[in-house]
């Protein structure tokens, strides 16, 4: 079994910021693709009218799933949070005990690894 930390995330965009939203949403996609070895998939959905936005996040292990979120609070989270608002949080695989005190204000439901293939 590999330990893999997957978070799917769904975000309703705040009417009137979904440019704010884009532009930012541009900058973290980048960081994470320069600075991030550890993330393995950071996939990015949009509804075709623009209200709401699916995140999808694979991470090696739980190392480089608090990579991911240490380096998001502290460079975008504060300009996130005045573009969106969280609607649902999804955890899958066995996150650390570190992982999960994170992710703790965000209420997030946890799917714990059942069966499957993977490749």
């Given at each position: 079994?590999?330990?893999?930390?997957?978070l799917a995330?769904?975000?309703?965009?705040?009417?009137?910021?979904?440019?704010?939203?884009?532009?930012?949403?541009?900058?973290?996609?980048?960081?994470?693709q320069h600075?991030?070895?550890?993330?393995?998939?950071?996939?990015?959905?949009?509804?075709?009218?623009?209200?709401?936005?699916?995140?999808?996040e694979r991470?090696?292990?739980?190392?480089?799933?608090?990579?991911?979120?240490?380096?998001?609070?502290?460079?975008?989270?504060?300009?996130?949070?005045?573009?969106?608002?969280?609607?649902?949080?999804?955890?899958?695989?066995?996150?650390?005990?570190?992982?999960?005190?994170?992710?703790?204000?965000?209420?997030?439901?946890?799917?714990?690894?059942?069966?499957?293939?993977?490749?």
């Open positions: 079994m590999n330990e893999n930390v997957i995330v769904e975000f309703a965009v705040i009417p009137g910021r979904f440019e704010d939203f884009k532009t930012l949403a541009a900058e973290i996609i980048e960081a994470t600075n991030e070895p550890g993330t393995l998939n950071y996939e990015w959905a949009i509804s075709d009218d623009r209200q709401v936005c699916h995140v999808y991470f090696r292990d739980s190392v480089a799933a608090m990579t991911h979120m240490v380096r998001f609070n502290a460079n975008f989270a504060a300009r996130f949070g005045e573009t969106v608002k969280l609607v649902r949080f999804v955890v899958y695989g066995r996150p650390s005990a570190q992982v999960k005190d994170a992710l703790s204000g965000a209420s997030p439901v946890y799917m714990a690894p059942f069966g499957g293939v993977s490749r």
